[in-house]
């Protein structure tokens, strides 16, 4: 049998993060990240960079980076929308939501230098008036912050439930059962939170913890969430004979699948004759 079972490499298994704001103590967490081979997507709010002390979270007073330190640091990992000034999109007129997104598509793109179409909602907060505008403005995918506790690959990426909050009580439980899966099936843990959290509860440790477990697996794809976006929309795209013994990848893209049970590469433009 022919499945479209695999990431890159033949993994069956994907870790991605995600952490909002855009905030000071990102630079240390990448840090953590590059040290443990992690891949993340951070979600920024261009018209409001560079706000210093704009809240108070528990004990630590939050500030803001720079487009200038976006531009120096964010250069490794994805950058992704999260709205101009942070609002709450399901509150806004439909002009005012082309409005926020454009803006805040146009000033990411300047400094990441390649298109914005990653997004997470502000607030978490969203209708269908909201999911409706994003799709027409060219976003592919929105983060929510309903907490699944599973691992399924999301099945409207416009509403991309993630598995849960890096200090989730469970999560090494998750993590644990994660890797211990059997599934023949695509498997996800998607892990979400922010950086001032991070310091406010002092967890380095513990989001270090979490990124070393993964470091030096191989059966783990670490992407970020615009790679397994791409990642799989391309492998909706395999174009396969009737009888499944010629497949076509007419994608930039390589490809992996699984045939009886031995995995096999289509590489980016070329075709696979099975054997």
Same mark, same amino acid.
């Given at each position: 049998m022919?499945?479209k079972? &695999?990431?890159?490499?033949?993994?069956?298994?994907?870790?991605?993060?995600?952490?909002?704001?855009?905030?000071?103590?990102?630079?240390?967490?990448?840090e953590?990240?590059?040290?443990?081979?992690?891949? &993340?997507?951070?979600?920024?709010?261009?018209?409001?960079?560079?706000?210093?002390?704009?809240?108070l979270?528990?004990? $630590?007073? $939050?500030?803001?980076?720079?487009?200038?330190?976006?531009k120096?640091?964010?250069?490794?990992?994805?950058?992704?929308?999260?709205?101009s000034?942070?609002?709450?999109?399901e509150?806004?007129?439909?002009?005012?939501i @082309?409005?926020? @997104?454009?803006?805040?598509?146009?000033?990411l793109?300047? @400094?990441?230098?390649?298109?914005?179409?990653?997004f997470?909602?502000?607030?978490?907060?969203?209708?269908?008036?909201?999911?409706?505008?994003?799709?027409?403005?060219?976003?592919?995918?929105?983060?929510? @912050?309903?907490?699944t506790?599973?691992?399924?690959?999301?099945?409207?990426?416009?509403?991309?439930?993630?598995?849960?909050?890096?200090?989730?009580?469970?999560?090494?439980d998750?993590?644990?059962?994660?890797?211990?899966?059997?599934?023949?099936?695509?498997?996800?843990?998607?892990?979400?939170?922010?950086?001032?959290?991070?310091?406010?509860?002092?967890?380095?440790?513990?989001?270090?913890?979490? &990124?070393?477990?993964?470091?030096?697996?191989?059966?783990?794809?670490?992407?970020?969430?615009?790679?397994?976006?791409?990642?799989?929309?391309?492998?909706?795209?395999?174009?396969?004979?009737?009888?499944?013994?010629? $497949?076509?990848?007419?994608?930039?893209?390589?490809?992996?699948?699984?045939?009886d049970?031995?995995i096999? &590469?289509?590489?980016?433009?070329?075709?696979?004759?099975?054997?």
């Open positions: 022919v499945y079972n &695999c990431f890159p490499n033949g993994c069956k298994k994907a870790l991605t993060f995600s952490f909002d704001d855009g905030i000071e103590q990102d630079l240390h967490l990448q953590i990240f590059r040290k443990n081979n992690s891949k &993340c997507t951070f979600n920024l709010n261009s018209e409001i960079m560079g706000q210093r002390n704009c809240f979270y528990k004990d $630590v007073m $939050v500030s803001r980076l720079t487009k200038e330190q976006v120096d640091n964010y250069y490794d990992f994805e950058i992704a929308s999260h709205g000034v942070h609002p709450f999109l509150k806004m007129s439909v002009e005012g @082309i409005s926020d @997104i454009i803006t805040d598509r146009k000033n793109e300047a @400094i990441a230098k390649y298109p914005v179409r990653g997470a909602y502000p607030y978490g907060t969203y209708n269908q008036t909201v999911i409706d505008t994003l799709k027409a403005l060219g976003v592919k995918y929105a983060r929510t @912050i309903k907490d506790h599973n691992y399924e690959i999301p099945t409207d990426f416009l509403q991309w439930h993630p598995t849960c909050h890096f200090e989730d009580e469970n999560i090494f998750l993590i644990s059962k994660f890797i211990e899966s059997k599934e023949d099936s695509l498997e996800l843990l998607y892990i979400w939170g922010h950086s001032y959290e991070i310091e406010s509860d002092n967890m380095w440790n513990h989001i270090d913890k979490i &990124c070393s477990i993964f470091k030096d697996r191989e059966d783990v794809w670490k992407a970020t969430n615009m790679e397994i976006y791409n990642y799989l929309k391309a492998l909706d795209q395999l174009e396969f004979t009737y009888d499944q013994t010629i $497949v076509t990848n007419p994608t930039s893209l390589d490809l992996w699948i699984s045939v049970d031995k096999k &590469c289509i590489e980016k433009g070329k075709t696979l004759y099975i054997e």
